[in-house]
């Protein structure tokens, strides 16, 4: 079965870049639809990062645009997240997740189980 | 604040019947289709309803979604204690090019 699995740094200092990888097992990674990452700060709601499309297309959270990079490599069948000059704003468990099959326009059919990431000096 | 709108909280009584509104505009829920995701506890999010109205293989039919002009709604029948959770309604918006959520409803199983 598909499975994805978050991995990374649970700490970052302030100022630095957050780095998360998702591991994508039962599935090639050069099919799907996209692969994205969502974020959820203790205690608060759901946020779209980004997504990159089976193209190569990237579409980001306009509010974020100018810190995210989503990447993919098919030789390790893995995407990743890179977010710049972190603040504490950005402490969130971060989720990877991806549309495999049917989830309508921008959903996501397969997640995660995500990782807290912490920014703190 | 989210661009979807949500109320923050919803109950109901095992067996009850109880919906979920989601309120959006014309960039988004009135020019796309509307997806939900249930949050159970300290679990990660999982999609429950796709296309407005559609379910994943799996989901129970006592949840069904519907959506009228910039509203969609989440509706479950029959309600469980399991279905004590957070629900977010979803929406791509064509102004921001972007997936946007709502804020989120705590069903709460009295």
């Known amino acids: 079965q598909v499975q994805l699995q978050e991995s990374g740094p649970g700490l970052v200092k302030p100022s630095e870049t957050l780095s998360l990888t998702c591991a994508v097992s039962?599935?090639?990674?050069?099919?799907?639809?996209?692969w994205g990452w969502i974020r959820q700060p203790p205690g608060k709601g759901l946020e779209w990062i980004g997504s990159?499309?089976?193209?190569?297309?990237?579409y980001y959270n306009p509010s974020l645009k100018s810190r995210v990079t989503i990447s993919v490599d098919t030789s390790k069948n893995q995407f990743s997240l890179k977010l710049s000059s972190v603040t504490a704003a950005d402490t969130a468990v971060y989720y990877c997740a991806s549309r495999i099959a049917a989830a309508g326009r921008g959903g996501f059919d397969y997640w995660g189980q995500g990782t807290l990431v912490t920014v703190s000096s | 604040q989210s661009v979807l709108t949500q109320p923050p909280s919803a109950s109901g009584t095992p067996g009850q019947r109880v919906t979920i509104s989601c309120s959006g505009s014309s960039s988004n829920i009135g020019s796309n289709t509307v997806n939900w995701y249930q949050q159970l506890p300290g679990t990660a999010p999982k999609l429950l309803i796709y296309s407005n109205n559609q379910r994943p293989s799996g989901v129970p039919d006592r949840f069904s979604g519907s959506k009228s002009g910039t509203s969609a709604s989440l509706a479950i029948s029959g309600l469980q204690s399991e279905d004590e959770a957070d629900y977010y309604c979803a929406a791509w918006d064509d102004s921001l090019n972007a997936v946007v959520f709502g804020g989120g409803t705590k069903l709460t199983v009295l």
């Open positions: 039962g599935y090639s990674i050069s099919s799907g639809y996209y």
């Open positions: 990159i499309y089976h193209s190569g297309s990237t």
